[in-house]
């Protein structure tokens, strides 16, 4: 992995710094506590200050330039009542009151990994940064990502034109090119909620996620955490509450992270507001397997031992499934579910009319879902959500409704 960052770190120092940062990306990202915090990416020896309502506020560094980062990663939290934040006379994006729409997407990476290659050149083929230019000009109030980022895993194989010349493995090249470069128009028309995925944990690209996008501080010390408690992001109409389950194995039940996210689970439990659990693993849904609808994470399933503790969770967000899919259970204590892991890697196939499916058994009272790339727009309205499944040319494919614990899509 040394390889790719130190070439990057070599084209670096050929360019002149002010080339350099005008490709460097700068965003502004929830954390826990419900704050807003601007972050940018930098070649430069110190860190920038930005502009607050007016005002010069330095920023802090995050993490400093190494080996395989050799950029230099900074960080301010926005005060709560800040109106306007800029850098060098670029505005970043703010959530100011509550968010009339939210858009949602996951799984955007493009995968180079054993015998599944996605000509990463080609935006049929993996369509994330069309996809996220389409998103940017609707132009969202938020943008949740529901995990897994980094699909350049293994080196393009000698000779294979649809990944030549990428970089890969947890270092800034790769991070850049599979994620923050095509992301760049989205991350300069929203605000975003940074969810971790199982591509994220700590054998794969954890080290990288936990620097550049995790929601805590860099702990240099500590090493790689391998799971970060629950915290929630209250948004006025919206209050979101952020699970990370990248270790939860899907098909086994782990005893160890099993008593973990039980903990989660039972602080979820506590809150006396309406609130949608975001996750990138969802607790139960479908996949095709031999002909049949299957699917469920049997230690999250595990973790669960009272379904009540979702009474106050009134929909999930996941993605980790590569579909669209709208799903409600038979059980009324169970909120409704919404996949979205559809920003990009390798679809997966699901059954298009999922009513009645098993899922570890948890029945699905009536659901569908959807082939194809895309992501979802949910926009408020009428006492709930209108939710655009969009394709990746940012067309209107189906048009879903969210209201008191319930999601409808009409099947004609």
């Known amino acids: 992995m040394r390889f790719p960052a130190l070439a990057f770190a070599t084209l670096l120092l050929a360019m002149p710094a002010s080339a350099q940062d005008a490709a460097l990306p700068q965003w502004v990202q929830f954390v826990p506590g419900g704050g807003q915090e601007a972050r940018v990416v930098t070649s430069a020896a110190a860190c920038p200050a930005l502009t607050v309502d007016g005002a010069s506020v330095a920023m802090s560094e995050r993490a400093p330039p190494n080996a395989n ?41 493009c ?39 980094l699909y350049r895993e293994a080196a393009c194989p000698d000779g294979d034109k649809r990944c030549a010349g990428t970089p890969w493995g947890d270092n800034w090249p790769a991070w850049n090119a599979d994620f923050f470069a095509p992301a760049a128009p989205l991350l300069a028309a929203a605000p ?40 929630t992001v209250p948004l006025g109409n919206v209050n979101l509450a952020v699970m990370d389950d990248a270790d939860a194995p899907d098909t086994t039940v782990d005893a160890d992270l099993r008593t973990e996210y039980e903990a989660d689970f039972t602080e979820l439990s506590k809150s006396s507001v309406p609130l949608w659990l975001v996750t990138h693993r969802p607790i139960w849904g479908a996949v095709t397997l031999y ?30 499934i590569h579909t669209f899919e709208a799903l409600n259970y038979d059980k009324r204590e169970l909120p409704p579910q919404l996949i979205a892991g559809f920003g990009g890697d390798a679809l997966d196939v699901a059954p298009a009319d999922l009513s009645g499916v098993n899922l570890s058994g948890t029945h699905v ?48």
Not at 75 to 89: D, F, M, N, R, T
Not at 216 to 229: D, E, K, M, Q, Y
Request: glycine share 14%; with cysteine; aromatic share 6%.
């Open 291 to 320: 002909g049949v609808g299957v699917g469920g994470n049997r230690t999250l399933i595990a973790a669960l031992t009272n379904p009540g503790w979702l009474k106050s969770t009134s929909l999930m967000l996941a993605g980790h």
């Open 111 to 149: 995968r180079i990994k054993g015998q599944v290659i996605q000509d990463c050149g080609d935006p049929r083929q993996w369509p994330f940064p069309e996809i996220a230019a389409q998103a940017a000009k609707l132009k969202p109030d938020l943008v949740i990502h529901v995990g897994d980022y």
């Open 69 to 109: 980062f050799p950029v230099r990663l900074c960080s301010l939290v926005i005060p709560p009542k800040a109106k306007a934040v800029s850098l060098g006379g670029t505005a970043l994006p703010l959530v100011t009151k509550a968010p009339e729409r939210i858009m949602v997407f996951g799984d955007t990476g």
């Open 192 to 231: 975003w909620v940074i969810v971790r995925g199982n591509h994220e944990d700590c054998e794969r690209s954890g080290p990288g996620w936990l620097r550049l996008l995790g929601p805590n501080p860099v702990n240099p010390i500590a090493g790689c955490a391998g799971h970060l408690p629950l915290y």
């Open 365 to 412: 009272k009536d659901g569908i879902s959807l082939g194809g790339f895309g992501f979802l727009m949910m926009t408020r309205a009428h006492g709930g959500w209108r939710i655009d499944v969009h394709k990746m040319d940012g067309s209107i494919e189906k048009v879903c409704r969210f209201a008191n614990r319930r999601l409808d899509c009409p099947k004609a």
